[in-house]
């Protein structure tokens, strides 16, 4: 029987049967020695007395043991157990090392062999996920610097063309380079999305959390395409409270609210308005994106944050699908939400939810 492997196991059973066999021969001898002859000037009434009062005394004795015994067992394997947990729960903290000694037979020390098992198998699997990430982290920038290089060299030979078509009145040359440049900026942008996303899915992207003004993030971006409003005759209308502050990557948060305004943009016409607010409760920090544009289909609503999704009714044919899925990306990072309602015809809001103790 596998129970009988380990010796503290064996070493219990042999107490009590030797419990129990003392019980027996101490409750019998009474007898034993009255029925041969040994007891002298006993009358047989005597030792039947004498056997019926040793029985119980000697049961009781007897119990006692087997109780002792089974407590110092169970006491240590408590122990056992109490330093396994202990072990466990350092591994746990990231203490690579911990192991739980199983250096006894037993199929108590068997089920700690195979948790040292587990945790060796981990400690591998996370050394080759850190290997696949800086090898991801290191190969994700030398695309962008190989991808950055040619867009940057275009984009010039573009300038100079256009300059040079403006100079000779060359209207065909003028317009294809417009076209030219105009589809340069969606390459860098898709480049330059995609790169970020990548970097948070491969983990190495550090957010520099400080204390930042709420309100100063909102005019940045505000600032960033008030132009773009301007040209299109719309207005892009701030409200919250100007003290408000939280703890926040500045440039990142700068990047998923400016990427919501621009969306918001793409989806309305001449006349209509975008609202940025921000409110401050005893939970969370509060950022509303709305508008009063086209709104997203029903059929879209729960598709919008997956990369690359084209919706088959937008009219936007210059966006790529990554906007929304890395406003995604940096609300997780920061530990937020963010969510969307809209109606067709009525427009859309974007709410993103960050926790104060954040």
């Given amino acids: 029987m596998r129970v009988f492997v380990n010796r503290d196991s064996k070493r219990l059973f042999l107490q009590i049967t030797l419990c129990m066999a003392a019980v027996v021969l101490v409750s019998a001898l009474p007898v034993v020695l009255g029925a041969g ?17 040793a029985a119980p005394v000697c049961a009781l004795l007897a119990g006692t043991a087997v109780l002792c015994v089974c407590y110092r067992y169970f006491q240590k394997q408590d122990r056992l157990l109490e330093d396994a947990v202990t072990q466990i729960r350092e591994f746990v903290s990231g203490d ?28 591998a699997q996370a050394q080759q996920e850190g290997q696949s990430r800086e090898f991801l982290k290191n190969t994700i920038s030398d695309i962008s610097h190989q991808l950055k290089t040619p867009l940057a060299a275009l984009n010039i030979y573009n300038g100079i063309m256009q300059t040079e078509a403006e100079t000779n009145r060359l209207a065909a040359i003028q317009e294809f380079t417009e076209l030219s440049e105009r589809e340069l900026d969606r390459m860098e942008t898709l480049v330059q999305n995609l790169l970020k996303i990548t970097k ?16 100063e993030i909102m005019a940045e971006v505000g600032k960033r395409f008030a132009f773009r409003a301007g040209q299109e005759g719309k207005q892009i209308v701030p ?13 990142w948060m700068a990047e998923a609210l400016g990427n919501l305004v621009k969306n918001a943009l793409d989806h309305t016409e001449s006349g209509d308005c975008i609202w940025v607010a921000w409110e401050k409760s005893p939970s969370a920090v509060r950022i509303t994106v709305k508008d009063n544009g ?4 029903p059929e879209d609503l729960h598709h919008i944050f997956k990369r ?8 936007d044919t210059q966006g790529i699908g990554l906007g929304l899925a890395l406003v995604k990306a940096v609300a997780q990072a920061h530990g937020g939400t963010v969510s969307v309602d809209s109606r067709l ?9 960050f926790p104060n103790y954040y």
């Fill in 345 to 353: 015809g009525e427009g859309t809001t974007f709410v993103l939810l």
């Fill in 239 to 251: 409200e919250g409270d100007e003290s408000l502050s939280f703890r926040c990557d500045r440039s």
């Fill in 37 to 53: 002859g040994m007891v002298i000037d006993v009358e047989l009434e005597n030792v039947t007395q004498m056997s019926l009062i």
């Fill in 308 to 315: 690359f999704y084209r919706s088959r009714y937008s009219q």
């Fill in 294 to 297: 086209s709104g997203i289909h």
């Fill in 96 to 123: 690579k090392d911990a192991r739980i000694a199983c250096d006894k037979e037993g199929e108590l020390y068997r089920l700690f062999h195979e948790v040292n098992s587990l945790a060796a198998i981990l400690n």
């Fill in 200 to 215: 948070f899915d491969a983990g190495t992207m550090v957010l520099e959390k400080q204390t930042e003004n709420l309100s």
